[in-house]
DNA sequence: CTGTTTTTGATAGCAATACTATCAAATAAT
DNA sequence: ATTATTTGATAGTATTGCTATCAAAAACAG
């Protein structure tokens, strides 16, 4: 068994029914990302996906009980691919610091998802995660979304940043919110970049993608605590 | 004229009539941000927040044209606010570090906001900036509400954090782009650390207030590149 | 304190959204 | 070829978000 059938099967129960084993399932998936990327979710609804796709709004929910499921059941696709991706760079044989370099990138630029004999690009899979992402998780469900298991592919990608971090400087004591930090600000800096340009600086030296990656590896810098700073740091702040 | 007044002032366009200056207006905002405190914003409506206050739904609407814009209200207000304590840490006699640790300070606890007549409670409008605020941007339509102004205070805010940290590392290249994150983020974790454990540290050593301004005056580090670090970090991320 | 303007309450209604139900036609499985 | 499953077509319901109307109440002005 392969980890990308792995993958999937962690996340078929946020589906009523595999939308991978069908035509029709391939459909309302791949075009409802592509109608949540033009539209936002908001504006996304099963009618005009049923329009879009030729079928009725009624065989959509044969496939999703509700629009918020199937956002939770894109965004956890997502995550579990790139946590895939993760988990190759660190059973690579790299040093730590490449192997942290790697999964930079992973977070910058998106690979395509593989789904069923169709594939999702890229660039529109993440356009969806950059503007959507935190709607699946700021919600008054949150809690018992996260207990049916709906953020597992997220929190694990978190885990595995935050144990390279750890690996990185073994003394710091905040590695997991240096990189929940790190994987929602390369998300949130792009979306500044392009609406609120004023919450940002990234993209005004050189590209973004460039710019996002320089800015993250500083962020680095804050794991490295020498003892005299630190010293000089707790007795201001505490 | 206050600079309370000020902030009022800037925000008095997205409602339709100044809720501070009627008695029902006052009703309609602080039981409006009580009731999505406790419901969240998708679960509170003008119908049920109508019924709290014993006036009719149509009645809310001849204040606020919409939910969102009553969200966008609160939110610019909160951030008009602490934007103004921010000026206030500014013009200050301090050191500039001892600028920043006020703002940190600021940006971990709520003050109090009067409002007209009545006060509304920090940790209730601290509560709903947590969970809401950033569905005030993410949304299809941020680029017009931008364009009317709906995040002037926010970006001030940003910015008075991103001259701080400027003169506190003049030649980092990424302060707004930090300023942004220790704003976004302080709210982030607090939201992780309640729902989302595995993701963040935060109140895991210590209470989570002093963990919060632990972690981020870590992060100040990021600002602080040698000459030597920053070479080979150019070398590796390029 | 009287007449006028503004604000509120009460109710009704409408278009859109988020679903659910039903049943026949098409498709796939045995 | 028969049976089971999936889809299409249509209809319908409850809720939401918002508008319209008009009389009662309150605020205000002379």
Known sequence: ????????????????KDPRQTKLG???VKNGIYMIAELGFEEMN????????????????????????FLLYIMA????????????????NNGHEEKIYSTLDLLCTSPDIPFGNVKIPGEVIYAVVIGESVKTFMTKHVDADNHHGAFRTL????????????EYSPDYPFPKALASTIIE?????RYFSEH?????????????????????????RATRITPGEDSQ?????L
Request: charged fraction near 20%; proline fraction near 2%; glycine fraction near 4%.
């Open 26 to 28: 391939r459909s309302i």
């Open 196 to 220: 609120l340009p004023s919450m940002t600086d990234i993209g005004k030296h050189q590209s973004i993608v460039d710019d996002l990656k320089l800015w993250i590896i500083g962020l680095l």
């Open 185 to 189: 600000m390369s998300l949130y800096q």
């Open 1 to 16: 068994m392969s980890n990308l059938e792995t993958v999937f099967e962690s996340i078929i129960h946020f589906a009523l």
């Open 46 to 69: 099963f009618k005009k996906l049923g329009k879009a796709i030729g079928s009725p709004e009624a065989s959509i929910y044969r496939y999703f009980e509700n629009k918020h499921k």
């Open 155 to 166: 929190k694990s990608t978190t885990s595995h940043l935050a144990e390279l971090l750890s």
């Open 77 to 92: 696709m997502y995550w579990g691919m790139i946590d895939q991706h993760c988990e190759k760079i660190i059973h690579s």
């Open 233 to 237: 740091i707790l007795r201001i702040s």
